[in-house]
């Protein structure tokens, strides 16, 4: 919000995360600011490029994701780096899940496409990998402190609690010591679990990451799931409307690091027992009786 202004116009991918939006209705509804507010198609780098063209305003922003958090893939940057650059607009990353699982040392979704220096401002958070709350900005020092003495959600707020600083601080020294480790450590886990979702029939929408949506596209079935699993001692979040459109009803599996093979692999078998209860998949719809 504290970066938007009358000449500006903020674009951002149609799947952008709620905190997204939120900022940018905020400086959009700011007295005096009102920037401009446009969206391209998801991840397309042609549809940017047809925003960024017609644009009424002189300056432009755009804000796009390392991960969807809700559909587990990863944002198209090399394109959209390559056109932001082009049409000198300002890209702000948000890389909330990428942080400490993308990359080979955790640096993100720059590191993994060797992109680092290419996005002027990354955000991220300390909840996700860093287990806490509250979170950081990365820019130059101009930017940082334009946001310190503008963004009315900080000047305006107490600093984060010393103890969430405390294990902020905690988990970054264990990617820098340790990170190639931790990183493959996940991806691995994530293989794994990829692999069995897919040879059991399991649709995982657009994922490519850590974090696989397991399309149920049904609002009630995905609560009863979600209950049925949680009673089994699993924990698969359900995400219904606003969160997705109607019909696009999901469980998310987000693997960590710290999953055993035994946890996935009763996941995996009460997911397929349930699943088949459900009838999730396809291979669980019994077809109609012919007439
Ligand atoms: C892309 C993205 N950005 C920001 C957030 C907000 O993170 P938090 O409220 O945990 O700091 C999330 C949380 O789901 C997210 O997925």
């Known amino acids: 919000m504290a970066l938007a202004d009358r000449d500006t116009t903020l674009i951002l991918d149609n ?18 600011r009102a920037p401009e507010v446009r ?3 998801h991840n397309s780098a042609r549809s940017l490029e047809r925003v960024l063209k017609t644009r009424e305003r002189p300056n432009a922003m755009v804000l796009v994701e390392g991960i969807y958090s809700l559909d587990g893939d990863m ?6 780096v390559e056109v932001c650059e082009r049409y000198n607009a300002v890209l702000v990353v948000d890389d909330a899940h990428g942080s400490g699982t993308l990359g080979v040392h955790g640096r993100g979704i720059l590191e993994h496409l060797e992109l680092e220096g290419r996005a002027p401002i990354v955000v991220s958070t300390f909840s996700k990998v860093f287990g806490g709350i509250g979170g950081i900005i990365l820019a130059s020092t101009d930017v940082i ?25 905690t988990i970054l020294t264990m990617l820098e010591d340790d990170g190639v480790a931790l990183v493959q450590e996940l991806q691995e ?21 850590h974090i696989m949506p397991v399309m ?20 698969m979040v359900p995400i219904t409307y606003p969160g997705v459109k109607p019909g696009e009803e999901r469980l998310r599996v987000n693997i960590t690091r710290g999953h055993t093979r035994a946890e996935m692999a009763l996941a995996l078998d009460c997911l397929d027992e349930l699943g088949a209860a459900c009838e999730i998949r396809k291979q669980d ?4 009786a012919a007439p």
Do not use: W
């Not at 402190?145 to 609690?161: D, G, K, W």
């Open 216 to 235: 149920v596209r049904d609002e009630r079935k995905a609560m009863i799931l979600h209950q049925m699993l949680f009673d089994r001692g699993i924990y």
């Open 15 to 32: 799947l952008a995360h709620a905190c997204i939006l939120d900022g940018t209705f905020l400086a959009a509804g700011s007295p005096g």
């Open 39 to 41: 969206f391209f198609n």
């Open 145 to 169: 402190e334009l946001i310190q003495h503008n963004a009315r959600s900080f000047v305006f707020s107490a600093t984060l609690p010393v103890p969430i600083v405390a294990a902020a601080a």
């Open 285 to 288: 719809q019994v077809a109609p």
């Open 189 to 209: 886990n994530a293989r794994y679990m990829r692999g069995e979702l897919v040879s059991r029939g399991f649709d995982l929408g657009l994922s490519d990451t």
């Open 75 to 80: 944002g198209h940057l090399k394109a959209i």
